[in-house]
C-alpha cells in the first residue's frame, strides 16, 4: 500500500480535525491566526465532549454526532458573543500576518510529516510496541460498540465500571471518525491521525502561541514553524516510546491552551481579543485537552503558574503605585490562593495508581544539560535550536516584558530534570508521578517553550542583522537600497521581508534536519518493522490476519496469548478475542483455557471453560513474544496445538496458525 492511496484518509482526518473547530472558533469571533490557531484545540473539544453526551444518550458514535455538536455549540457561542460592545471589538489583524503564520505551520508539516512517514514505513504498518496493543483493539472497540464516551472506553477487557472504566478516548475517537467516513484500516486510520497530530496540529498550535507571545513578527512565526520539525523527543518520541498516542495528541495541542492562557491574562503584545471571547476559549479548549490526555492538564498547571504569578505581580504593583486601599488586594489575593489550592487537588487527584518501573537514567547536572541542549533522553544536540534559544533567552533579559516566559521554560525544564535526575523519593513521586516517573512524557514537553525562544532569537538575530547592516558603508548596502526598499509586495510587507524569511527558513531547515532528526528517524524505523526479533507481528502474521475475517464466523471467540500479537486478531479482522491487551485481568475460566486448551479432548474442566467463554478458535503465534515478559509464559495450551487432537488446523502462513476447537462441541 502507499502513502497516495491513504489521501481520502488524510483528507477526513484533517476534516475532522480542522472544521469543527473553526466553525466553533469562527462563532466565538475570531479571525485569521486566532482562527487558525485554536480549530483543532476546539476540535477535539466537540469531539471529546460529544462522544461523552453520544454514549450517555446511547447515540452511535459517528460523523453525525460531530455535526450536531458542532452546530449545537457553535450556535450557543455565537449568540453568547454577540453581547459584546463595540468598544471591545479588536483591530483586524494583517493579512500578511496571517498567511505568515500559515506558511510557518504549513512547513512544519510538511517537513514533520514527511519525517513520520519515513520512520513508519508503510501506511498499514504498526508500531511494534507495547501500548500499540491496547490502542489498536481500542479503536476496533469503538468501531464495534459504536461508543467512544472517554468514560467508558476503559472498559475494554473487563473495565468494571467507576474509575477503572474511564479512558481518555479522543484520539481513539478520531481513528475511528476517519475509518468510518473512508473505509480505511484501524492500522491505516492510525497512522493517519498521528501525521495530523504530529505535522497538522502540533506546528499550528506552537506557531498560534509564537504568534501570541511574541506578536507580529514574520520571522519569529517562520521559525517557529521550521524549528518545530526539529525536535527528536516531540513529536517522534511518542511515536517510538510505548507508543504514547494520547499523549502525542494532548501535547500537539498544549501550547494553543497555554496561549489562550497568555490571551485571558492580556498578556500578548498586540493580539488584544475581547475578554469574554477569550475566557470562551479558554474554557471550551480545557475539555478537548483533558479528554484527549488528562496528564496534560498537571503539565498546563505546572507551565501557566509563571504566567498567572506575573500578572498578579504586576497587578499587585499598579495597586501598590496607585497608593490603592489594602482592600483592593483583597481579590487578587484571595483569588490567587483559591487557584492554587484548586490547582493542588487537581495535581494530586490526576495521577495514575502507580508509577511505573523507570528510574532516572542522568545526574541532575547532565540532565540540565539535556534540557539547555534539547536533547532529553540521551538524544543528540540539536546545536543550532539550542543557540537560537539562548539568544532567545538574551533578548527577554534585555527587554524583559516576557520574562515569564522564561518561568514556563523552566518549568518545563525543572520537571525533566526532577524525572531524569532525582532519586527515588517524595519529589521525584510528587513532581513525575503524574507521568508514572517516565521521563520520556516528559521530554515532549520541553520542545513547546524552546521553539518560542528560538523563535525569539531567530528574530532577534535577523534584527541585529538588519541594524548592522543598516549601518554598514559597503558597496552591497548601497546596491541594494537603491533597489530593494522601493519594492512593496503588498501593504506592510516588501521584497526584503520576504528575501529574509526565505533566507532564515532555508537555513534552518538545513541546519536541523540534515543531522540529529534524520539520524533519529533512520534509528526508530526498526520499531516498525514487521520482522524482527521484537516485533509485535511477522509479515507472516499480517497475512493470516489479513485472512482472518473470512475464516472465522463474526460471532466466534479466538483464544489468543496477548504478548505475541495474537491479540491484534480484534483490531485487524473484527473477531473478538478473549483478552484485548496484555494487562487484561484474567477470571478463571480465561486461565484454564490459556494453560490447558490443548488438553480438551481429554479434560471436561477444559470445555467446560471453553463453552462458558464461546471459545471456537485458537491463534498460535509462536513464541517471540513482547518484551519477553514473564507473563507471557501463562499460555502454555496455545503453544504448539498442531499436535493436539482438540484442535484441527483451518490456516497457516509460515509459523503463524490459526486452529478450530472441536474437542468441545
Known sequence: MSWLETLPALLAALAVVLLPGAALAWALGFRRTSLFGLAPLLSLTLAGVGAVAAGWLKVPW??????????????GAWFLTRWRTPAETPLPERWTVAATAIAGAGLGALI??????????APDNISQRYDNVFHLNA???????????SLDLGRMGGGGGGRSSIYPAVWHSLCALVTQLTGAEVA?????????????????????LTRVVLGPRLIALLAA??????????????????????????????PAVIATVVLVCRSAPSLDEPRLRSWLALLL????????????????????????????????????QRRAPMAQYAVPVLSTLAAAAVAAVIWQAVRPGFYGRWKPHQTVAGAVG??????????????????????????????????????????AGFLYVVGA?????????FFTGTWYQDTNRLAAYLPIFATVLAALGASAGVDAARTWFAASDGRLRTFLQGRLPAIQVSRGLRLQDLAGGLVVCTVLVLLTQMGTVRNYIVDSKIFYVRDTKDSILSSDEYKLLDRLATEVPKDAVIAVNPWNGGSLAYAFADRQVLEFHQTQRMNNDMRIVAQDLAEADRSPQVCDAVRRLKVSYALDFGNQYLLNHPSSLRYPGLQDLETSKAVELVDQEGEAKLFKVTACT
Open 62 to 75: 459517528g460523523p453525525g454526532v460531530v455535526l450536531v455538536v458542532t452546530l449545537l455549540v457553535s450556535a
Open 112 to 121: 514533520i510529516g514527511r519525517r513520520i512517514t519515513q520512520l513508519v514505513g
Open 139 to 149: 479503536v476496533r472497540y469503538v468501531l464495534d460498540t459504536e461508543n467512544a464516551s
Open 188 to 208: 491505516v486510520s492510525v497512522n493517519v491521525v498521528n501525521i495530523v497530530a504530529g505535522a497538522v496540529i502540533w506546528p499550528i498550535s506552537i506557531v498560534f
Open 225 to 254: 514553524g521550521v524549528v518545530s520539525a526539529g525536535f527528536m523527543a516531540f513529536p517522534y518520541l511518542l511515536l517510538v516510546w510505548g507508543p504514547l498516542f494520547p499523549n502525542l495528541l494532548s501535547a500537539s495541542v498544549l
Open 285 to 320: 479548549g480545557l475539555p478537548g485537552l483533558a479528554l484527549s490526555h488528562m496528564s496534560s492538564v498537571n503539565a498546563l498547571i505546572a507551565f501557566t503558574a509563571p504566567i498567572l504569578l506575573w500578572k498578579l505581580a504586576a497587578h499587585l504593583r499598579g495597586l501598590a
Open 370 to 411: 539535556e534540557v539547555i541542549g534539547n536533547a532529553p533522553m540521551g538524544t543528540n544536540v540539536a546545536v543550532l535550536i539550542s543557540v537560537l534559544a539562548v539568544m532567545g533567552l538574551v533578548a527577554i533579559v534585555r527587554r524583559p516584558q516576557h520574562l515569564w516566559l522564561v518561568g514556563c521554560y523552566f518549568m
Open 421 to 429: 535526575g532525582f532519586g527515588s523519593g517524595w519529589a521525584r513521586e
